[in-house]
């Protein structure tokens, strides 16, 4: 993609001031898209809900989820040791995908090789501490 422009669908799809990347930090709670520029193609994802309250880095590291967008392996940086669960929301913030593993090397790679194209959010829970980023399937 050569561009995207995030929009808030609360407020009648007004562009998010500093939001276009592939990825939104969302700067509240609320319903969010993102219009996808390539060439002359413009296309706009369905509307996100979105819970911005609570997103902690865990343990006061930042954790880095890339490639963004992703094809087939998203890679989840900067994790602490020890037992963790990520969850996979779709759009509509069903559960697509969901696994524990114990983490050693700090990192883990996610295989979104079987997801759909489309927005989804990557829910890290370790020791009580929840992480959400959005991420997009190519």
């Not at 343990?59 to 040791?81: M, S, Y």
């Not at 593993?101 to 990192?107: K, L, N």
Request: hydrophobic content about 40%; charged content about 20%; overall charge negative.
């Amino acid at each position: 993609a050569d561009a995207y422009l995030w929009l808030d669908c609360e407020q009648e799809y007004l562009p998010l001031e500093n939001e276009d990347n592939s990825f939104l930090h969302a700067p509240y709670d609320g319903s969010f898209a993102v219009m996808i520029t390539e060439g002359a193609c413009v296309d706009t994802t369905e509307c996100a809900t979105v819970i911005a309250s609570g997103l902690n880095d865990l343990h006061g590291t930042q954790v880095d989820i890339f490639p963004n967008p992703v094809k087939d392996r998203l890679t989840i940086r900067n994790l602490p040791h020890g037992e963790m669960e990520w969850t996979i929301l779709d759009i509509s913030g069903r559960g697509v995908l969901n696994k524990q593993i114990q983490v050693f090397d700090r990192m883990t790679v996610v295989d979104t090789s079987d997801l759909p194209p489309g927005v989804y959010i990557i829910v890290i829970l370790q020791d009580g501490i929840r992480h959400r980023s959005t991420f997009i399937k190519e």
